[in-house]
């Protein structure tokens, strides 16, 4: 592929001027980009490498196609991370905003990897539940999640192996089965490639960088609850929002 003065491919170098715009404030949520036509006539680029511009804007969530309209800005997708929901379930709510659904992918027991059985205090090897499951809402993705759990809690929540929806999530099933209640958590974010296998539930190319967040969660008595692999669907913002107090 031929790459120009900055290094970067025609089609990216492009795309990564439209996003500059959105990013400064230039272009706003609603507002077109560039036709594929547009593009080929002032970049003096092929059609293929126009289209592909917004294939690349679409994929990572910073443009729409709007029937009858074109394409536009995204508007900015907001984030539910599971600790927000594990907060909501606590607060009495049944940790979804509005809008928003779960598909459960898949249920069941597998020999946990090493840092699962690392995180949850196991050995190598040792049977883990594995819940696999998508959040969605209006706006498509919000996360791919993936949650591995003790084997030994199957016993005492059997649920946690049927790929259905708990009413209470794993946190409430195991509290109210167990009395385990999730205190204390940990999150660790990195930006990690999209995988092959995960671009169609994703609704993304393979490839694309998107933040991933790693949940740790721990019990009253300091013990690993829950290890959990949270892939933020592409273009979603993760914020945080503290009260610093008086004289901070």
Request: charged share 25%.
């Amino acid at each position: 592929m031929v790459r120009d003065a900055s290094g970067k491919a025609p089609y990216r170098r492009i795309a990564d001027q439209v996003i500059g715009r959105i990013d400064s404030g230039e272009l706003q949520p609603g507002d077109g980009v560039p036709s594929v036509s547009q593009i080929m006539e002032a970049e003096s680029v092929s059609r293929a490498t126009a289209a592909r511009v917004l294939t690349v804007l679409r994929s990572e969530g910073y443009v729409v196609a709007t029937p009858g309209v074109g394409t536009v800005v995204a508007a900015r997708k907001t984030l539910t991370a599971g600790s927000d929901r594990l907060r909501m379930l606590q607060a009495g709510g049944d940790g979804f905003r509005e809008g928003e659904r779960v598909e459960i992918l898949e249920a069941g027991i597998v020999p946990a990897p090493g840092d699962v059985a690392d995180a949850l205090g196991l050995d190598a090897d040792t049977q883990v539940i594995r819940r696999r499951r998508r959040y969605l809402d209006d706006q498509g993705v919000i996360t791919l999640s993936t949650s591995w759990l003790s084997g030994s809690l199957a016993s005492a929540a059997p649920e946690l192996l049927v790929a259905e929806p708990l009413p209470k999530m794993t946190f409430g099933l195991v509290e109210e089965r167990t009395g385990r209640r999730a205190t204390r958590r940990r999150d660790t974010v990195s930006i990690r490639p999209v995988a092959e296998e995960d671009a169609g539930l994703m609704e993304a190319e393979a490839g694309t960088p998107t933040l991933v967040m790693t949940n740790r969660y721990w019990d009253q008595d300091g013990e690993p609850t829950e290890y959990a692999v949270d892939y933020l669907g592409v273009g979603r913002e993760l914020s945080a929002e503290y009260d610093l107090g008086e004289g901070a």
